[in-house]
């Protein structure tokens, strides 16, 4: 049972151009989302999270939003710039312990 | 300010054989959490240690286990390997009190024959 998914395996984009990730999520009880992206022969690096009191957080390029109705939130890099092109993961997990549950993950490719 | 490390970087077994993974956590981290990533999966939760106690276990089996040491590296054993088992094995540290935010070392890729 896939609590976390992330629908679309892949997304290519221009460099310059906005960078959408989505994610969707079935347990309610989830109440802090985080974005990971790994590089290959690399661990996961944490790029951004939110709280589920927000609707929206930004660091720079990038702007996470949260639609808690909808179970959705989505990651916004703007500009995309190929340094970019990772495995993006979306990730979850509930107020009571530390357990993250990730998604399949996206490849995102920036072109030049 | 040291990173997460692992060791093994790769790993050959064959079915039947067991396995010790080994992890050294970020300075300061207290907590340790073990992930089983799959090919073309997102990394799975297997267990936390924290302080060197089990702290929540994800649905892998019994022959899964791990151990924390008073210095907070970290040990997954897995005994009697499975085809199954091959699979990028990742650990992450975090300090007890932010729960949130988890560091990653480059893990170690189990290869069962």
């Known amino acids: 049972d896939q609590q976390v998914k992330q629908n679309s395996p892949s997304l290519s984009v221009q460099e310059g151009r906005i960078s959408i990730l989505n994610c969707d999520y079935t347990?309610?009880?989830?109440?802090?989302f985080l974005w990971y992206k790994k590089y290959p022969a690399e661990g996961p690096t944490f790029l951004i999270s939110i709280s589920s009191i927000k609707d929206k957080n930004e660091d720079g390029r990038f702007t996470v939003f949260l639609n808690k109705s909808a179970k959705h939130l989505s990651l916004h890099i703007v500009p995309s710039q190929p340094g970019d092109s990772a495995v993006y993961f979306c990730?979850?997990?509930?107020?009571?312990?530390?357990?993250?549950?990730f998604g399949k993950g996206i490849t995102l490719s920036v072109r030049p | 300010e040291t990173g997460v490390t692992q060791s093994p970087t790769h790993l050959i077994k064959t079915r039947g054989q067991q396995v010790t993974l080994r992890c050294s956590s970020q300075s300061g981290h207290n907590t340790v959490s073990w992930y089983q990533q799959a090919l073309g999966q997102g990394p799975q939760f297997i267990f936390q240690?924290?302080?060197?106690?089990?702290?929540g276990r994800g649905n892998f089996p019994p022959r899964f286990s791990g151990l924390q040491f008073p210095n907070y590296s970290s040990e997954l054993n897995v005994n009697a390997l499975e085809l199954d088992d091959s699979a990028l094995y990742l650990c992450?540290?975090?300090?007890?009190?932010?729960?949130?935010?988890?560091?990653f070392g480059p893990g170690t890729r189990l290869t069962v024959t």
């Open positions: 990730a979850a997990n509930t107020g009571a312990n530390s357990k993250l549950t």
């Open positions: 240690y924290y302080r060197e106690e089990e702290n």
């Open positions: 347990n309610s009880m989830f109440d802090y």
């Open positions: 992450a540290s975090s300090l007890g009190e932010v729960r949130y935010e988890q560091y």
